[in-house]
Structures are given as C-alpha cells and as structure tokens.
C-alpha cells in the first residue's frame, strides 16, 4: 500500500506550482513581501547570534541603527563565552 499521488505527471505538478504562486503574489505584493523578509531576517540574526551576508545587508539595504542591535548581541554572546572559559579555568588551576 502506498501513498496515493496527487499529480499524475510532472505537467501537471507544474501547472499547480505555477497556479500556486500566481495566487500567493496577488495575495501578497512585493513590496510587502519584501518588507516582511527584511523584518524576519533583522529577527533570525537576533535569536542566532549570527550576522547576515554583506548580499543580505545590500539586499535589504539595512542601516547601521537596524544593524546595531545584532552587534551588541554578538559582543555580549563572545563575552559570555569567555567568561565560561575562564571559570572554566579557574577552577582547574584550582585543584
């Protein structure tokens, strides 16, 4: 038994595809769409701790206050961590 296709032939994938993406842009336009990637990227860097690509930042032509806060989380994360290590070492020079 196995799974039933939805499309026969890769034709008619296609067609469903492209009639997919016809109705998503008319529902949402490109200004919009681009504004909404441009947020939602600013907020993966946030939650990773990661910079986006020099592409990215030309992509979306990011300004230095909306880049700022991505910086500071970074410093504060490598601070973090440094911290971590020297505790770390601390305590093994220690004992």
Request: contains cysteine.
């Amino acid at each position: 038994m196995g799974r039933k296709k939805l499309f026969e032939t890769k034709e008619e994938l296609e067609e469903h595809k492209k009639k997919w993406f016809a109705a998503y842009k008319k529902r949402l336009p490109e200004e919009k769409r681009h504004e909404y990637n441009r947020k939602a990227e600013l907020n993966r860097c946030l939650e990773r701790v990661s910079f986006p690509t020099l592409n990215t930042i030309k992509l979306y032509k990011y300004r230095k206050e909306e880049i700022q806060p991505i910086f500071d989380s970074l410093l504060l994360f490598i601070e973090e961590q440094l911290t971590d290590v020297s505790d770390t070492t601390d305590t093994l020079d220690s004992e």
